[in-house]
């Protein structure tokens, strides 16, 4: 371990434009499940069950995929950031972080304090709704509420127009602006770090993988295999808070007691 610590040190320690690459297992140590997981949502709920097409055509899909999204933003709520997120946190003061692309729906990346503007949430968040026909946005704690008094399904005020919460579900299109954005980023990084992603969900993954074909440096830190490793110049698999606090301690910075 030492060894990776010292090496994953190097890495950062030479790196200008760090591309942070998030996915679930970053927040899995913050107590929120993968819904890939076993015991994850996926096990207890029929994700065929979500699909977009499903949810915009029918009161029964949709009232089925609320009490879903509700339990899940219930998990994430009041989760706090670990030490994987307060490391990246640091990155950016340190004045080296491009950006971060995530796959987590989360908040987290905010809640560790990175500025909005350097987090691009592919596909998307949890934590705000909108109507599907006029645009209005929500707070979603105010729909949590009408859910928690009782409505099954919630319509926008303005207009009676479908509201979902601002996620990418199965069968709905990428946000094209964002993706072009994080293509764009992994084009000029010169350190592609990616934390907690098995990088087998497309198109997110090909994120990464256009870093390393424009010559970004490829640090990976998983719990799991990825199809990536073989290409990357770093692959830690061990806690990202252990692994990341550590290199973090071996470049000078202590580790922050999580928020
Ligand atoms: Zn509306």
Redesign the pocket.
Same mark, same amino acid.
């Given at each position: 371990m030492d060894e990776l610590i010292r090496k994953g040190a190097a890495l950062i320690r030479s790196a200008e434009k760090i591309l942070v690459f998030s996915g679930a297992g970053l927040s899995t140590e913050s107590g929120i499940p993968d819904f890939r997981s076993p015991g994850g949502l996926w096990s207890k709920y029929d994700p065929s069950d979500f699909y977009y097409q499903k949810i915009v055509a029918d009161e029964g899909a949709r009232e089925k995929y609320w009490k879903m999204s509700s339990e899940s933003y219930g998990l994430m709520k009041d989760a706090r950031p670990n030490q994987g997120h307060l490391a990246v946190k640091k990155l950016e003061d340190l004045g080296k972080l491009l950006a971060i692309v995530t796959q987590n729906i989360d908040n987290l990346h905010h809640k560790a304090g990175n500025s909005p503007e350097k987090i691009i949430e592919i596909h998307g968040t949890a934590f705000s709704v909108s109507?599907l026909?006029? #645009?209005?946005r929500y707070d979603r704690d105010v729909i949590e509420g009408r859910i928690q008094s009782g409505t099954k399904v919630p319509y926008?005020d303005?207009?009676? #127009?479908i509201l979902k919460p601002e996620t990418i579900s199965f069968g709905q299109a990428m946000p094209q602006e964002k993706m072009e954005l994080a293509m764009r980023h992994a084009r000029v990084c010169d350190l592609c770090l990616v934390l907690g992603s098995s990088l087998v969900v497309y198109p997110a993954a090909s994120v990464p993988v256009q870093a390393g074909e424009s010559g970004a440096r490829l640090m990976i830190i998983n719990r799991d295999e990825t199809p990536l490793d073989r290409d990357a110049d770093l692959v830690i698999r061990e806690s990202i808070g252990r692994a990341l606090g550590g290199i973090m301690e071996a470049l000078g910075h202590s580790r922050e007691r999580a928020v």
């Open positions: 109507c026909r006029c #645009g209005k926008c303005e207009c009676s #127009g």
